[in-house]
């Protein structure tokens, strides 16, 4: 007979990995692409969050990520969590493209949550 607890184990653990194949599958394409960028280890889940842990007060997220830019060609795939960015420096002709760019106007989030609303390049795409 079963117990509760097993019947949650045996309904719960088919049901998450059905659900993380399924986000797997629809996401192939960007886990193909950022598989072929530059960039450091990514730890599953947390990505590459494990950089601004252990940084000190004064550091910014931008001084952390500079910390590590020299070792890494441009373009630099990075993990926020689910969340992929490419980074880009010390090549301005991939920043010039994507300045050019129509499709980039709008900004993501991450604008907001790194407090980067309203700057020179940064100002809202209307």
Not at 20 to 25: A, G, H, K, Q, T
Not at 43 to 67: M, Q, S, T, W
Not at 94 to 120: A, C, D, E, W
Request: net charge positive.
């Amino acid at each position: 007979m079963f117990n509760f607890q097993q019947l949650l184990l045996y309904t719960i653990v088919p049901v998450a990995l059905v659900a993380i194949l399924i986000v797997r599958w629809k996401r192939q394409k960007l886990y193909n692409g950022a598989g072929t960028m530059n960039g450091p280890f990514a730890l599953p889940l947390f990505g590459h969050l494990y950089f601004i842990f252990g940084k000190k007060p004064e550091d910014d997220l931008f001084k952390v990520l500079n910390r590590y830019a020299p070792f890494y060609n441009s373009p630099v795939g990075i993990w926020l969590g689910p969340f992929f960015v490419v980074g880009l420096h010390n090549n301005p002709d991939h920043i010039q493209t994507v300045l050019n760019s129509p499709h980039l106007l709008n900004k993501t989030f991450h604008y907001n949550f790194l407090r980067m609303n309203h700057g020179l390049l940064s100002s809202p795409g209307r």
